[in-house]
């Protein structure tokens, strides 16, 4: 792409601040995108930051605050003075103002809010009332309605006169004397209509697509990727139209929920960002850890159980941390094909039956294929009683820790719990109990123990 | 939202079609958005799917095609002759009827395309030749352009002429006599502009957005998603435009991308479906058991070291599997954050050195609160010396396995090595062994073996 920041060019940067050289700051990082003036600014120290932000046209220093790491901003609003914000917000639209006044401080909210003008203040005001997670914490009030009854050309000239204040129109909504929705209108049709007609008789009414205010953003996402929409309005519980969410605001809830898997799956329970505090970085991971920590107390227990035979066998101990992994590796592989599914919304209807089905057989043919591998190994690099012991132990693990793997979390989905939450340290640590008791009972016949 | 696909209304329209009852598919079926249709597909047999399929008209049929789920389509096209195919696939979008194709064995590709007008059927020949994850790949062909030096009511009747063909326009491309791209026009643009204005007066020209044919499906949605764009247009190497790619597609391959992510993380090496066939899905997960399989056989060789030691105290085999846990959970969870940062581009230049200083002091902050956690726990169980020894141990574990954790992927990422794969098995294979190493050698030291 046209735009790269390189390491070369940031030292650059940063040395023509130093020297307060405003001419190249003007010739060449203003004329720059947003997005690309905002990860130079993330990149630099705040001081370095508000020199370049301060040469800026406010327009241009709204669009780059919008795009700044959110720590990167929340360290950089401290620096502007509200008044100024006021007026960068005023300039945003909707919902990216909201995202910013919503990360800061009641006190500082209340000031830039008093500075803005009535109109723009009472729009956010409201917006702040809705849950973040939801289509109404995500919509903004720019869009562009028609009435029914409108001629087209009134409809282009309604157009014209807001093109200032929003800024991507794909689509012109519809709505009757209630202000309810009843359809759509895209800016295609209304360039390919004829002038004179009036909207009730080119506007489309099929298979329309809409959410409500108090839906959840993850439903929104589902719903824009299912029918493949550009945007979609947003209702009140009235029916009545009250904003728009576009794709580009969808588009990170996905990410952000994709992170989120990532690292339920990984063994962390709050979403992090890699720069948050220590103390809030330590929270999110203990509760796995000390789930952890139970698994293996509860595995010592099992362990304890067989003090005599492994003082007898000591050998027998040497497996240990290969059956315990292994039925950990395999649980988490079958779960997260499940989770996924189920995350993704895909044959939602093929039986749980098939599933495990499929797991179990699949769980036999890598148990054989591992069980003869390691039964060669361990016969080589031991002796040929505990090559059996280990071997059939690990068959039978990997054939549970596939079963226990789809089903925890099916069953965790049919009782409404995240199944994300199921991958990772979880299955590891059930199958890491379960693992070491079936390859010490193995252990014991074999050895006659 | 409207629709939602129920199982009672899927036992119903399975009962519908037993009666061959024609007039409910008219009545319920065929009205629904093509996306609810493919849903509903998905879950019934062949012949019921058929049944449905066989009452919509050809533009519908291709639309409900594209929207199948991938493996129940390449069973649905089977039983659907050429010349159906070929007018379905002249009716879809040249990228969605291209993904099509390429799911048809080289015979059928070669019988539907011969059935094809013969510009349909070149246009789609030449996008075969790209790499599915390539911008080339991913494009469609159909886009609206204007020349310079055309008047704006031009580009309203170029607009109406290629209204049918032109699925979503959202931006008319601006190119000059050798067809290189020189800007964009919005479509807001033409509407608000004076008819009698000419292209050049109008368009824009800063900050424009576009990729080239051979770049990289994940470089393309990086751009798309940096710039908030809904579409982008493709230039080839010359530079003249040879396509578009809009946000939709774009969305499934962030998908797809984080799927893969997920899965890696997993310990999964190939993208698979949850519904692939056995061999496939054995074959994609062998990979990480056999690296697990090692790091337990490396772990025994640790463990054997110290087969005099267990034999003496058995009760130091109780905690193995709780260090050899804790060190790959510890060493996933760091990593975990790692990866996502790099996978999500932030703060590329924040150095090395502070990550690890940040990972190692949560390494310290964790190992402390874990370790007086089990000491506590192990000597009340057990017995002091081994609470001592376990304490310790996991202490030192989790430091190293937190700064393993950030080390390592960082070290892939230098080495162009995607790091997703350095998560799930792989560290916590390491850390296995290196945990077993230490806890031994702790061991030895308190109880003085």
Redesign the interface.
């Known amino acids: 792409?046209?735009f790269e920041?390189t390491?070369e060019y940031?030292d650059k940067i940063r040395d023509e601040i130093t020297i307060n050289n405003s001419q190249f700051i003007e010739k060449e990082i203003i004329?720059?995108?947003p997005?690309d003036i905002a990860e130079i600014l993330?990149?630099l120290d705040r001081d370095e930051a508000k020199f370049i932000y301060d040469h800026l046209d406010s327009d241009l220093q709204g669009d780059v605050l919008m795009e700044l790491?959110e720590d990167v901003r929340q360290n950089f609003l401290e620096s502007i003075n509200s008044d100024q914000l006021a007026i960068q917000l005023e300039n945003l639209d909707s919902d990216d103002a909201v995202d910013i006044l919503g990360e800061m401080s009641v006190e500082k909210q209340l000031e830039v809010i008093s500075k803005m003008d009535s109109d723009n203040a009472s729009e956010l005001v409201e917006l702040l009332n809705y849950d973040e997670d939801t289509a109404g914490g995500l919509m903004q009030t720019e869009f562009i309605k028609a009435k029914l009854d409108w001629p087209i050309n009134r409809c282009?000239i309604e157009?014209?006169r807001q093109?200032e204040e929003v800024d991507?129109?794909?689509t012109i909504y519809v709505v009757d004397n209630e202000d309810r929705l009843v359809g759509t209108l895209s800016?295609?049709s209304?360039?390919?209509a004829n002038a004179k007609s009036i909207v009730k008789d080119v506007y489309e009414n099929?298979?329309?697509?809409?959410?409500y205010t108090n839906e959840d953003a993850e439903?929104v996402a589902r719903?824009m990727?299912?029918?493949?929409l550009?945007s979609v309005p947003v209702l009140d519980l009235q029916k009545k139209l009250v904003g728009r969410i576009t794709?580009?605001d969808i588009?990170d809830v996905?990410?952000e929920e994709?992170?989120k898997?990532?690292?339920m799956?990984?063994?962390?329970s709050e979403n992090?960002?890699?720069?948050a505090g220590?103390i809030k970085?330590?929270r999110a991971?203990?509760p796995?850890?000390?789930i952890?920590?139970m698994?293996?107390?509860l595995?010592?227990?099992v362990?304890?159980n067989f003090?005599?035979q492994?003082?007898a066998i000591?050998?027998l101990?040497?497996?240990?941390?290969?059956?315990?992994?292994?039925g950990?590796?395999?649980g988490?592989?079958s779960?997260?094909?499940?989770?996924?599914?189920i995350a993704?919304g895909?044959?939602?209807?093929?039986s749980i039956l098939s599933?495990v089905k499929?797991e179990a057989?699949?769980g036999l043919?890598?148990g054989v294929?591992?069980g003869v591998?390691?039964f060669g190994?361990?016969w080589l690099?031991?002796d040929i009683r505990l090559g059996i012991s280990v071997s059939i132990a690990l068959f039978i693990v990997i054939f549970f820790a596939a079963i226990f793997g789809t089903l925890i979390p099916l069953i965790l989905h049919k009782y409404k719990v995240d199944p994300a939450v199921a991958?990772?340290?979880f299955i590891?640590?059930l199958n890491?109990v379960v693992g070491?008791f079936i390859y010490f009972a193995v252990g014991m016949m074999v050895f006659g123990l």
């Open positions: 792409m046209q920041l390491r940031l004329h720059l995108h997005a993330d990149e790491d282009v157009l014209r093109a991507k129109v794909h800016l295609r209304l360039l390919v099929t298979n329309m697509s809409y959410v439903e719903v990727d299912k029918y493949d550009v794709i580009d588009v996905m990410r994709a992170d898997d990532f690292q799956a990984s063994g962390i992090v960002e890699h720069d220590i970085m330590s991971r203990l796995w850890l000390m952890g920590l698994g293996g107390v595995g010592s227990q362990i304890g003090e005599t492994i003082g000591p050998s101990a040497f497996f240990i941390p290969l059956v315990a992994a292994m950990g590796n395999v988490v592989q779960s997260a094909i499940v989770v996924q599914s993704n895909t044959s939602q209807f093929s599933r499929r057989i699949l043919l890598n294929i591992c591998f390691i190994i361990t690099l031991q991958t990772g340290p590891t640590t890491d070491l």
